[in-house]
């Protein structure tokens, strides 16, 4: 158990950690490609709700 942890130490030593940039970048991506995907859907679920409103 011991030496697990010490590997598990030395592995975290080995990580690079994102700066606060990049942080911030990475955020706004994902920020901006959920309200993007969430608009496409939107805009799906509109149209075949139209779509189906008007055939019925």
Do not use: C
């Not at 130490?9 to 940039?21: A, D, I, N, Q, S």
């Amino acid at each position: 158990m011991i030496k697990f942890f010490k590997s598990v130490g030395h592995e975290m030593k080995l990580v690079t950690w994102p700066t606060y940039k990049q942080n911030r970048h990475d955020t706004v991506t994902v920020i901006v490609t959920s309200i993007l995907f969430a608009a496409y859907l939107g805009a799906l679920d509109w149209a075949f709700s139209a779509l189906t409103q008007a055939i019925m």
